[in-house]
């Protein structure tokens, strides 16, 4: 269950949320008209806004970095190199945990994140908008590519149940025509070898 949802369910406490820290717990309490508390260290600590890098060298193309990914901030194909998106990272590091070649890495962002090669980098354009709108409009954009994540599996898991029925029915068809097939064979009369 997503931490949103399940803070709405009563499940969760509002202090499990290492990005959001402590600006963020003051936010869900004010949300909430509850008061606020200290993060929980046992789900971490405040860090920098970070965002998942991948050694692309290293990279399996094992997919599970992408299935982990909550704002389908990577992509990429199987047994194919992966890549992150940096401007949809949302720093949660929930990536990290299942690449089994360790090749991701968390990059502390500030106006400019330079990768391992400075090939990729990413340029923080403001303007003139204020600190907290820019963190605003992040956390929406974050929302918005959670709630098409969620659509993309629905849809993806509606299609593979579609090919599913479609093979039933083949397969069915088969096995009727095949019975067919022994019926007939069973009512023809046999030729003698004369």
Known sequence: MPYAEAIAAGSASINQCPPGGEAG??????LLG?????LSAVN???KLKAVALIDEQDCIGCTLCI??????????????M???IEVECTGCELCLAPCPVDCIRMIPLTKLVASLESSHSIIIDSGSLSESE??????DRARERYQFRLQRLDREEQEQAEKFAQKTILASRGSKRASMLSGLKCTLPHQSDS
Do not use: E, N, S, Y
């Open 134 to 139: 820019i963190k605003k409009r992040a956390a």
């Open 82 to 84: 992966h890549t992150v």
């Open 44 to 46: 971490g600590v405040t």
């Open 25 to 30: 717990i003051r936010q869900l309490a004010d």
């Open 67 to 80: 299935d982990a990914c909550p704002v389908d901030a990577i992509v990429g194909a199987a047994k194919q």
């Open 34 to 38: 509850i008061k606020p508390m200290p």
